[in-house]
C-alpha cells in the first residue's frame, strides 16, 4: 500500500509529536492556523481580482465603443 504525502507528513507529525513539548506543539499549531488564514486571505484576493479583471475590460471596451460625436 502506498501512502498519499499527507499521509506520510501526519506520521511524522505523530512522531515528533510524541517527543515534543507542550509549547512546540502549540507554536506548531499556532503556525498552521495562521497559514490557513493567508491561504483564506489569498483565495479571496484573487476572486476579487479576477471579478475586477472582467469588469474592468467590460468598462474599458463601453467606452471605446461609444460613437465620435463632431
Do not use: H, Y
Not at 5 to 25: N, P, T, V
Not at 51 to 60: L, Y
Request: contains cysteine; proline residues 1%.
Amino acid at each position: 500500500m502506498t501512502l498519499s504525502g499527507r499521509q506520510i507528513a501526519m506520521a511524522r507529525l505523530l512522531e515528533i509529536c510524541k517527543r515534543s513539548k507542550l509549547s512546540d506543539i502549540d507554536r506548531a499549531s499556532m503556525f498552521l492556523e495562521g497559514a490557513e488564514d493567508v491561504r483564506k486571505g489569498n483565495r479571496s484576493n484573487r476572486t476579487s481580482s479576477r471579478a475586477a479583471q472582467a469588469t474592468g475590460s467590460k468598462r474599458k471596451a463601453a467606452k471605446l465603443d461609444k460613437p465620435m460625436g463632431w
